[in-house]
């Protein structure tokens, strides 16, 4: 399965991205699918997963301004992202996955190339 992350840019603080995430395969339906993002300098961290076993879970740091969803017929996930802020700052990720220990990025079977997300203050 390859998937394919799009939708970074610049923004200014308070404002909003969504990003998506399309598989190459009707399968990835199946996996848990999950993003992560790395700043300069830090480790990639979580921020978000949809799972057809556990429903949905974010990181702290965006619960109540990040949404994620999936649209099976179109092979896609979304990270809808507001009230963004310079912390936010980073390059996102997307990930599936078949295991239910979500916040572990090893457990990820298969990622995304990456997009830029800058928030300017």
């Known amino acids: 399965v390859q998937l394919q992350a799009s939708g970074g840019g610049l923004v200014q603080a308070g404002g909003s991205l969504r990003l998506s995430c399309i598989a190459s395969e009707q399968t990835a339906n199946y996996y848990n699918m999950g993003w992560f993002r790395q700043a300069p300098g830090k480790e990639r961290e979580f921020v978000a997963i949809?799972?057809?076993?556990?429903?949905?879970r974010y990181s702290t740091d965006v619960t109540g301004r990040f949404t994620i969803s999936r649209d099976d017929a179109k092979r896609t996930v979304y990270l809808q992202m507001n009230s963004l802020k310079p912390e936010d700052t980073a390059v996102y990720y997307c990930?599936?996955?078949?295991?239910?220990?979500?916040?572990?990025?090893?457990?990820?079977?298969?990622w995304g190339q990456g997009t830029q997300v800058t928030v300017s203050s």
């Open positions: 990930a599936a996955s078949d295991d239910r220990r979500y916040t572990d990025l090893k457990t990820y079977n298969y």
């Open positions: 949809i799972s057809r076993n556990f429903g949905i």
